[in-house]
C-alpha cells in the first residue's frame, strides 16, 4: 500500500513538473510575441504619422517663386513675383534673416504672398555640365614650343591665382583676360587644359556656339549663370572656345538671328566689364579668326592680353615629334629631324596625326614597332590630305 501512494505522488510531482515547464515555455513565447508586437505597433505609429504629415503637405496650396528685392522694417519685404508685379509681403518667423539677401529666390503662399522658404539659386543644367569635373591630364611637358606663350599665358592666368601678394607688393593689376588666337591645331586649347591642371582650379569650358540660342534672350541668361558660377566655384577659369561663334563685329545690317547673337556679345562685354583683376576668376578665351572680332572685346580692359599661337618652327616640329612618340614602340632608325625638316608648314595636330598614321600602318602589316618608313608615309599621307584641303577651300573664299 505504501508503495503504491509514493508511486502515485511521484507521478503527480513529474506531472506537475511537466506542466510547470509547459507553461514557463508558453509564458516566454507569449512574451516574444508581445514584443514583437510591441515593435510593430511602434512601426505603424511612425508610418502612421509620416502619412499625416503628407496628407497635411498635400492640403496646403501650391507655391510660386519670387525674387526679393528689398528687406523691410517690421518683418517684411518686397518681392517680385514670377507673373511680373511686386508686393510687399510677410516674412515667416522661422525664416533666418542672414538668408534674405536681395536677388534670393524665395517661395510665396499662393494666398496672402507671405514668404516661406528660400529657395537655391536655380542654374541651367546647360551650365553646371561646362564645368570639367575631372582634372585634365595635360601638363607642360606635353606642349612642344610655345614657350614664350606658355610664359605669358602663366603670368596671366596661374600666377595671379597662386601668388596674388606678388600683384600686391608691385602696385600693379594683373590682366583680367587674355585671348589666344591662331591656326587651329597650334595648341591653344591643349596649353589652356595644362595651366587649367598646374592650378588645380575649377575649370570651365563653354564652346561659343552653345551660347547662341534660339529665343530672344536665352543667350545673354546663359552668359549671365556662366560667369555667376564661375565666381561661385572660383578660384576658376573659365575658357571661352571658338570665341567667334557670338564675338564677331556688329554690323549695321543685320537678320534678327545676328540681332540676338549681338545681345549675347553684348551681354559677354558687360560681364567682363563687371570682373575684377584680383578676382579669383580668370577669363580665357580662343579663336582662330582674331581679324573678324569685334574691335569692344579687343580693347585693353577685357581682353587685356593678346597671345599669339604661329604654326611651330622645324626645331619644335622636332620637339613635338617626340613627345607624340615617346608612347610608342619606334625603331631606333627613325630620323625626326628630317620628319620635322620635310613638315613644314604642319601644326602640332597635324604631327599628332602623323605619328597616330604612323602607328597604323604598322598595325596595318602587324608590326609591333614603328619604321621611319612609316613616319615618312605618315607624313605624306596627312600633309597631302591638308594642302588637297586647303587647295579645294582656296577656290571658295
Same mark, same amino acid.
Given at each position: ?6 508511486? %502515485?505522488?511521484?507521478?503527480?510531482d ?7 515547464? *509547459? ?19 511602434? %512601426? ?12 497635411q503637405?498635400?492640403?496646403q ?18 518681392? %517680385? ?13 522661422? #525664416? ?8 534670393a529666390?524665395? +517661395? ?14 536655380s ?10 569635373? *575631372? ?62 591642371r598646374? *592650378?588645380?582650379?575649377?575649370? #570651365? ?14 543667350? +545673354?541668361?546663359l ?13 576658376? #577659369? ?15 545690317i ?9 545681345r ?17 576668376? %580668370? ?36 620637339e ?12 631606333? !632608325? ?10 613644314t ?20 602589316? !602587324? ?11 605618315? *607624313? ?5 590630305k ?12
Amino acid at each position: 500500500m505504501p508503495d503504491t501512494v509514493e508511486n %502515485k505522488k511521484s507521478t503527480f510531482d513529474e506531472f506537475a513538473d511537466s506542466y510547470t515547464r *509547459t507553461m514557463e515555455r508558453r509564458i516566454r513565447a507569449l512574451e516574444t510575441e508581445r514584443q514583437l508586437l510591441e515593435v510593430q505597433r511602434n %512601426k505603424l505609429e511612425e508610418e502612421r504619422d509620416n502619412l499625416k504629415l503628407e496628407l497635411q503637405k498635400l492640403r496646403q496650396p501650391p507655391l510660386f517663386t519670387g525674387t526679393l528685392q528689398e528687406v523691410l522694417d517690421d518683418n517684411k519685404a518686397i518681392v %517680385k513675383s514670377s507673373t511680373g508685379p511686386s508686393f510687399v509681403v510677410v516674412i515667416d518667423s522661422s #525664416i533666418p534673416s542672414e538668408t534674405l539677401t536681395p536677388g534670393a529666390r524665395v +517661395a510665396l503662399h499662393q494666398r496672402n504672398f507671405a514668404i516661406l522658404e528660400v529657395l537655391p539659386t536655380s542654374r541651367d543644367p546647360l551650365v553646371r555640365s561646362m564645368e570639367i569635373d *575631372t582634372k585634365p591630364t595635360e601638363s607642360y611637358e606635353d606642349i612642344g614650343g610655345l614657350k614664350e606663350q606658355l610664359q605669358e599665358l602663366r603670368e596671366t592666368v596661374e600666377l595671379p591665382l597662386l601668388n596674388p601678394e606678388l600683384f600686391e607688393k608691385v602696385g600693379i593689376e594683373p590682366p583680367k583676360g587674355v585671348l589666344l588666337h591662331g591656326p587651329p591645331g597650334s595648341g591653344k586649347t591643349l596649353m589652356v587644359k595644362a595651366v587649367a591642371r598646374e *592650378t588645380k582650379a575649377t575649370f #570651365i569650358r563653354v564652346i561659343g556656339s552653345e551660347l547662341v540660342q534660339k529665343y530672344i534672350g536665352e543667350g +545673354a541668361r546663359l552668359v549671365r549663370e556662366v560667369f555667376s558660377y564661375a565666381r561661385d566655384n572660383s578660384p576658376s #577659369i573659365l575658357f571661352i572656345d571658338e570665341l567667334d561663334a557670338i564675338g564677331s563685329k556688329r554690323l549695321d545690317i543685320a537678320t534678327s538671328g545676328d540681332r540676338e547673337v549681338q545681345r549675347t556679345l553684348m551681354q559677354l562685354l558687360s560681364e567682363l566689364d563687371g570682373f575684377s583683376p584680383r578676382g579669383d576668376v %580668370k577669363i580665357i578665351g580662343a579663336t582662330n579668326r582674331v581679324d573678324i572680332l569685334d574691335p569692344a572685346l579687343l580693347r585693353p580692359g577685357r581682353f587685356d592680353r593678346h597671345i599669339e599661337f604661329p604654326l611651330p618652327n622645324q626645331e619644335e616640329r622636332l620637339e613635338i615629334f617626340k613627345i607624340h612618340s615617346r608612347g610608342m614602340n619606334v625603331n631606333s !632608325k627613325v630620323d625626326f629631324a628630317f620628319l620635322a625638316s620635310e613638315s613644314t608648314q604642319a601644326s602640332g595636330a597635324d604631327i599628332r596625326a602623323i605619328t597616330q598614321e604612323a602607328g597604323m600602318f604598322a598595325i596595318r602589316e !602587324k608590326r609591333t614597332m614603328v619604321t621611319f618608313d612609316d613616319f615618312k608615309k605618315a *607624313t605624306q599621307k596627312v600633309l597631302d590630305k591638308k594642302g588637297s584641303f586647303l587647295a579645294r577651300m582656296s577656290q571658295y573664299l
